[in-house]
């Protein structure tokens, strides 16, 4: 009979630790879906900002060629100017 209240009791011991592992994964699960949330936000602004950055760098490039046509242009008019 020992043996069975002894075993009985084990058995509730590991149900009330397998709660709180329960618990505890709940908590880390709810942790990760808020750290997910977070890098989805990270990942929506590093899209936006990337955008940004090629509008620039397309704007840079337009600037680089009306510079090149103008040193383009000056260059060949100190070339007639030369003469």
Not at 4 to 12: H, L, P
Not at 17 to 22: A, Q, V
Not at 42 to 51: A, G, Q, T, V, W
């Amino acid at each position: 009979m020992t043996s069975n209240v002894n075993d009985i009791q084990s058995i509730k011991n590991d149900i009330s630790t397998m709660k709180g592992d329960i618990t505890n994964l709940q908590a880390t699960v709810g942790g990760l879906q808020a750290d997910m949330k977070t890098l989805q936000k990270y990942i929506e602004d590093f899209k936006e900002l990337k955008s940004s950055f090629e509008g620039v760098y397309d704007y840079l490039l337009k600037i680089n060629k009306a510079g090149r046509k103008v040193a383009e242009t000056l260059r060949a008019n100190e070339e007639d100017d030369s003469y």
